[in-house]
């Protein structure tokens, strides 16, 4: 057998084994992650209705069709018969509530490698099951409806599982099409690189293997003096891998920060919402409290997941509308809604000269708003934000300043940076999610701007905003 060949089978074996295993773990984590979200849906939503049924009688989520929810439910008496349905409930066999309780959670067969598991822990009076009807399988939940140790009935909570089982067996069909054609890929291309028959070529290819079997970004592929091209591959190479690297560490942070981020609102309205189902007669100046938080840590948890997806698309490299913007009406509209924010500040806007600029004008109201936000968050009552516009030769500069706490010296060039945790007084215990000044970056290098930072602890920052100015307002037709 020739070098060649043995090279492309080498090749070929390696990368199916690797695509295929791959391929699999990553197949089982999405399609066990994708009905544990399904049981989770389908427990907030029984307990939703179960909470409602408790405190009155009954609950509007019962009115909906099964279009709108994807969830139906049926209602049975204590001795199981049944009493109530939601609109629309497709024609399924009815069920013993209790004897269904009194069996094991049915796991779905044949799909994901590590099994079906239910979401957590299952309330106590709660079971999951599975059914069969209109040709399709259906996720059942079944809890028990107490009040005061007193038995009130079952609620029966389905939801359709043929879309879901449909897109797994679509997604396994295709992984097995790509770990094909991903085969014969390597395989050609292999063929392709042996029958050059340069040893250098060879050497640097072995070099990558061992970096790619590692995956220790930090390596580096030994050069060839000489400064031929074999020897600026070489070069390139190495500068691929430190940006690779770079890039990696980033990623790593920025996961791991968002991740902590993440986990606190999830923590505290998962908390809340426990509370409440535990205790169904707490005092209603409590259950406001409880409630209130709750939301709170909800606006909160929205508010981070935007401005991840705003960075995202920043990432991805998605273009900005590109339009004639006057940013002096821009100002003043961040300035209405910033006053909202204020808490004893005093927000001033004297010098708002006009401005027209090219970009988008949401984002750009966007930036105004995350500027003075952040002034206002970091000035003590009784200080002030000061927001000025002017027309410089052919930049607009957008300043905003404020009489607050300041940013140190060492923290001054980090403060664009995602989830950058700077001194303790600016941490995130002021409602931020880490990401506001980063988004604010992301926005004037789209518009071919410049931002800068200028702070004294104690006595204030200045952010300044550069961005290239339009020559004149667009002619109204």
Same mark, same amino acid.
């Given at each position: 057998?020739?070098?060649?060949?043995?090279?492309?089978?080498?090749?070929?074996?390696?990368?199916?084994?690797?695509?295929?295993?791959?391929?699999?773990?990553?197949?089982?984590?999405?399609?066990?992650?994708?009905?544990?979200?399904?049981?989770?849906? #389908? @427990? &907030?939503?029984?307990?939703? =209705?179960?909470?409602?049924?408790? +405190?009155? /009688?009954? $609950?509007?989520? !019962?009115? *909906?069709?099964?279009?709108?929810?994807?969830?139906?439910?049926?209602?049975?008496?204590?001795?199981?018969?049944?009493?109530?349905?939601?609109?629309?409930?497709?024609?399924?066999?009815?069920?013993?509530?209790?004897?269904?309780?009194?069996?094991?959670?049915?796991?779905?067969?044949?799909?994901?490698?590590?099994?079906?598991?239910?979401?957590?822990?299952?309330?106590?009076?709660?079971?999951?099951?599975?059914?069969?009807?209109?040709?399709?399988?259906?996720?059942?939940?079944?809890?028990?409806?107490?009040?005061?140790?007193?038995?009130?009935?079952?609620?029966?909570?389905?939801?359709?599982?043929?879309?879901?089982?449909?897109?797994?067996?679509?997604?396994? #069909? @295709? &992984?097995?099409?790509?770990? =094909?054609?991903?085969?014969?890929? +390597?395989? /050609?291309? $292999?063929?392709? !690189?042996? *029958?050059?028959?340069?040893?250098?070529?060879?050497?640097?290819?072995?070099?990558?293997?061992?970096?790619?079997?590692?995956?220790?970004?930090?390596?580096?592929?030994?050069?060839?003096?000489?400064?031929?091209?074999?020897?600026?591959?070489?070069?390139?190479?190495?500068?691929?891998?430190?940006?690779?690297?770079?890039?990696?560490?980033?990623?790593?942070?920025?996961?791991?920060?968002?991740?902590?981020?993440?986990?606190?609102?999830?923590?505290?309205?998962?908390?809340?919402?426990?509370?409440?189902?535990?205790?169904?007669?707490?005092?209603?100046?409590?259950?406001?409290?409880?409630?209130?938080?709750?939301?709170?840590?909800?606006?909160?948890?929205?508010? #981070?997941?935007?401005?991840?997806?705003?960075?995202?698309?920043?990432?991805?490299?998605?273009?900005?509308?590109?339009?004639?913007?006057?940013?002096?009406?821009?100002?003043?509209?961040?300035?209405?809604?910033?006053?909202?924010?204020?808490?004893?500040?005093?927000?001033?806007?004297?010098?708002?000269?006009?401005?027209?600029?090219?970009?988008?004008?949401?984002?750009?109201?966007?930036?105004?708003?995350?500027?003075?936000?952040?002034?206002?968050?970091?000035?003590?009552?009784?200080?002030?934000?000061?927001?000025?516009?002017?027309?410089?030769?052919?930049?607009?500069?957008?300043?905003?300043?404020?009489?607050?706490?300041?940013?140190?010296?060492?923290?001054?060039?980090?403060?664009?940076?995602?989830?950058?945790?700077?001194?303790?007084?600016?941490?995130?215990?002021?409602?931020?999610?880490? #990401?506001?000044?980063?988004?604010?970056?992301?926005?004037?290098?789209?518009?071919?701007?410049?931002?800068?930072?200028?702070?004294?602890?104690?006595?204030?920052?200045?952010?300044?905003?550069?961005?290239?100015?339009?020559?004149?307002?667009?002619?109204?037709?």
């Amino acid at each position: 057998m020739s070098i060649r060949l043995r090279l492309a089978l080498w090749y070929g074996t390696t990368t199916a084994l690797i695509v295929t295993l791959v391929a699999l773990l990553g197949w089982g984590a999405y399609v066990q992650g994708q009905y544990r979200l399904l049981d989770q849906v #389908l @427990l &907030l939503s029984a307990n939703h =209705v179960a909470a409602g049924w408790r +405190v009155s /009688g009954t $609950s509007y989520v !019962l009115e *909906a069709d099964l279009s709108e929810l994807e969830v139906a439910f049926r209602l049975y008496g204590p001795g199981g018969k049944l009493k109530r349905t939601s609109r629309r409930v497709p024609e399924l066999p009815l069920i013993d509530p209790a004897r269904f309780l009194e069996q094991a959670p049915a796991r779905p067969r044949g799909w994901g490698l590590l099994g079906w598991t239910p979401p957590g822990v299952t309330p106590a009076g709660a079971a999951f099951g599975l059914s069969r009807g209109e040709g399709t399988r259906w996720r059942t939940l079944v809890q028990r409806l107490e009040r005061d140790g007193e038995v009130l009935g079952y609620l029966e909570a389905l939801t359709p599982l043929g879309g879901l089982d449909r897109s797994v067996r679509s997604l396994g #069909l @295709l &992984l097995v099409g790509l770990i =094909v054609l991903s085969v014969l890929g +390597v395989l /050609g291309l $292999s063929l392709a !690189l042996a *029958a050059i028959g340069l040893r250098p070529i060879d050497q640097l290819n072995r070099a990558a293997q061992q970096i790619a079997r590692s995956r220790d970004l930090s390596r580096r592929v030994e050069g060839r003096p000489g400064g031929d091209e074999l020897s600026r591959l070489a070069e390139t190479f190495n500068q691929m891998l430190s940006s690779l690297q770079e890039a990696d560490n980033a990623q790593k942070r920025f996961v791991a920060d968002a991740s902590h981020e993440l986990r606190a609102p999830l923590a505290t309205i998962q908390g809340n919402l426990e509370l409440l189902r535990r205790y169904p007669q707490m005092p209603a100046a409590e259950r406001e409290k409880t409630l209130r938080m709750a939301e709170r840590e909800a606006v909160r948890l929205s508010r #981070l997941v935007n401005d991840l997806l705003t960075l995202a698309r920043g990432d991805a490299g998605l273009p900005l509308r590109q339009a004639p913007v006057g940013l002096r009406a821009v100002a003043q509209e961040a300035l209405t809604e910033a006053r909202y924010l204020l808490r004893g500040q005093r927000l001033e806007a004297p010098e708002l000269e006009e401005a027209w600029v090219l970009g988008d004008r949401d984002h750009l109201k966007q930036l105004v708003l995350i500027l003075l936000d952040n002034a206002i968050q970091y000035t003590p009552e009784g200080g002030e934000v000061r927001l000025s516009l002017h027309a410089e030769g052919e930049e607009a500069r957008l300043t905003v300043s404020d009489t607050g706490i300041g940013i140190p010296p060492e923290d001054l060039p980090h403060v664009f940076e995602r989830f950058y945790r700077a001194d303790p007084a600016r941490s995130r215990n002021k409602g931020g999610s880490g #990401l506001g000044l980063a988004i604010a970056h992301w926005i004037v290098e789209r518009h071919g701007g410049a931002v800068t930072v200028e702070s004294q602890v104690g006595r204030g920052t200045t952010v300044a905003v550069r961005l290239p100015l339009r020559a004149h307002a667009p002619i109204a037709r």
